[in-house]
């Protein structure tokens, strides 16, 4: 499953998803992982939580960024839920394509959820996607 956080940058994506991979934290059975841009966030999760600084690996094209995410979860079979932070610019994303990312990481995440925080407005968002906005902020 897919849920997608939106909204125009400032809007407090990020403070959100951090809120919700620490309340997931504390009820997991598996692996919650955050992956970000950066590696500033890490005092703010919980320590059960495994935060992915994406940026230390080279990842440069939106292929390398499916790799990257189907490697994780080959490698962890107790992933419960992934966090990703900023969709757009980790998965080197335009607006044109966002659609075809999430239905990707859809077909991985039989047994995973996913949840992306995208700097777009709701009204931004294809139609289908629509259905999946967990927040808009």
Do not use: W
């Not at 394509?97 to 999430?102: E, R």
């Not at 239905?103 to 700097?119: K, P, R």
Request: hydrophobic share 40%; proline share 1%; with cysteine.
């Amino acid at each position: 499953m897919i849920q997608i956080i939106c909204g125009e940058k400032g809007t407090g994506k990020t403070k959100e998803m951090l809120q919700r991979a620490n309340d997931l934290a504390s009820s997991a059975n598996g692996t919650i992982v955050y992956l970000d841009k950066s590696g500033q966030h890490i005092y703010e999760l919980n320590n059960q939580v495994r935060l992915i600084n994406v940026t230390e690996y080279p990842v440069c094209t939106y292929d390398g960024f499916i790799g990257f995410v189907s490697g994780l979860l080959s490698g962890n079979h107790d992933i419960e839920c992934v966090f990703i932070d900023s969709l757009i610019k980790i998965a080197n994303l335009s607006a044109d394509n966002i659609k075809t990312a999430i239905e990707t990481l859809e077909n991985l995440s039989a047994d995973v959820q996913f949840i992306c925080s995208v700097s777009l407005n709701e009204n931004a968002l294809d139609s289908n996607l629509k259905e999946k906005i967990l927040v808009s902020c």
